[in-house]
Each structure stands twice: as C-alpha cells, then as structure tokens.
C-alpha cells in the first residue's frame, strides 16, 4: 500500500555514465515533483509535472530529463553523470484540485557517482 | 518571490519539555504554509498546514503551529517533546496568489530530544 514509491534505493555509478530513477504513485494525484536534497540536506525543486505536462523546470542541466508517461509515473533521468549530481533525489506528488496543496513524499533515490 | 527561513540549524530540548522550532517566511501575497519531518534515510513526512482560517494548526504526533501575519512567522511548536520527534523539521512556503506552483522549502532544523 505504497502512496509514492521510487526505484532503485540506492544508486552507485561511475561518472560519465547515464541513469534513471523511476517514480510511481498510488494516490490518485495529477501532479508530481523531482527534488534534489544535496549533502548538506537542502531541498530543491527540480521538475514539475501536471496530467503529464511540463509545467515547472527549475534551472537544471539539461542532462536531467524527465519523462511522464502517465499521471501516475514520473522517471528522472540522467545523462553524463558528474560527482556534483550526487545527492538524495526525492519525487513527490499531490492533487492539483480541492485545497489540499500538500505534496506527498517517496522515500528517496540515494545517488552517488564516483 | 517566495522565501522562508528557518534560523536555528540545530535546536536541543529536554524530554516532557516544551519545543518550538522557528520559520519566518515572505512572499507577496497570502502564505500557504507547511511542516515537514524528516527521519534518516527516510523522505519527508506531512505534519500540518496553514491555507485560512485558525491560526492555530494541528497536526500529526501532537504537533501543532500558529501563523502569525504580523510577524510573518508560523513557528512549530509540540507541548511535551518524545525522544522519537527527533529528526530534521522543514518549513515550506507557497504564495497563494504567486503565478509560481511550487513548494519553497527551508533549511531545516535538526531537532534532538534528550533522554
């Protein structure tokens, strides 16, 4: 009965390669997020996403490329990967109705690049 | 623009005492106002928030928060802490009239409830 979950956990890789992290919801929403959360445990929205639509990008390399195939799954990934990109990468989701605005969060894809 | 600030990185209480962990935020319009915990290696769990109405909020694990407008502040607050509320508190901002749909999230603060 997982509300958002992420795959892999844990994710360990050479620089220069490329990756993807998958995220997948259960909770019925239309709207799902990508953060960053770097080594000193700052939040940062990456990406956005709304009934698949693009609707926020922050300023991020284009090395990062989302893709929604559908409301209920949002995948980040990730080309030439360097030592900076390591970090916790969190996705998140929450219903654009109603006034709930809450957003609801995955576990966590911990990211290291060595 | 939407900010929010959380000025103590590390915040230390005594079990059954008190807690309060500090936010101040700013933006142009009306806030929508959030907490956030987070447990190692764990992601961000809701506690509560603030759209309209009651300053005081209640949330999750006897949690509870009050906006006030004048100070721009919405500080977290928990009457008896537990050893288990040990964990990183984030406070997170949106401009209910902002063109902008995200989240701002502070820095955290690392809250530790000593035995």
């Known amino acids: 009965d997982t509300a958002v979950s992420q795959t892999p ?3 360990v890789t050479q620089m220069g390669n490329d990756k993807s992290i998958k995220c997948e919801q ?4 239309d709207t799902m ?4 959360q770097d080594s000193k445990k700052f939040l940062k929205i990456m990406f956005s996403y709304n009934n698949k639509e693009l609707i926020i990008n922050e300023t991020v390399p284009n090395r990062f490329s989302p893709k929604s195939p559908d409301k209920a799954h949002l995948n980040l990934h990730i080309n030439s990967l360097e030592l900076g990109d390591s970090a916790v990468y969190f996705c998140a989701s929450r219903l654009s109705s109603g006034a709930t605005y809450e957003q609801y969060f995955g576990p966590g894809t911990r990211l290291t690049v060595t | 623009a939407q900010s929010v600030a959380q000025p103590e990185d590390q915040v230390n209480v005594a079990e059954g005492n008190p807690l309060t962990v500090k936010c101040t935020y700013s933006v142009s319009g009306n806030p929508y106002l959030f907490w956030y915990v987070q447990y190692p290696n764990r992601g961000l769990q809701f506690l509560l928030k603030y759209i309209t109405g009651d300053n005081l909020v209640k949330g999750s ?3 509870e928060a009050e906006f006030n407008k004048s100070q721009t502040s919405f500080h977290l607050k928990k009457p008896s802490a537990l050893v288990s509320d040990s964990a990183l508190y984030f406070c997170a901002v949106r401009d209910a009239s902002g063109s902008a749909r995200q989240l701002t999230f502070g820095s955290g ?7």
Not at chain 1, 33 to 36: D, I, N, P, Q
Not at chain 2, 109 to 115: D, F
């Open chain 2, 109 to 115: 603060t690392q809250l530790t409830v000593l035995p």
């Open chain 2, 61 to 63: 694990y006897g949690f």
């Open chain 1, 9 to 11: 956990k844990y994710l």
């Open chain 1, 26 to 29: 259960n909770l019925g929403h």
């Open chain 1, 33 to 36: 997020y990508w953060y960053k």
